[in-house]
């Protein structure tokens, strides 16, 4: 039995062609995520800033 570089082994999923960047419902929820994350991140910083002003 011979085997050559052009006999690879297709695994499931190969056939299908792969989306081309990032879908829409991925930006979305990386948007939301990414929004609240920085509203915790912001309202923590204003919190120790007035607390230390007090």
């Known amino acids: ?25 991925r930006f979305a929820l990386w948007l939301v995520v990414g929004g609240f994350g920085a509203y915790l991140l912001l309202s923590g910083i204003f919190g120790i800033i007035e607390k230390s002003g007090q």
């Open 1 to 25: 039995m011979v085997f050559n570089r052009d006999d690879e082994l297709k695994l499931p999923g190969d056939d299908e062609k792969k989306k081309q960047g990032v879908s829409m419902n």
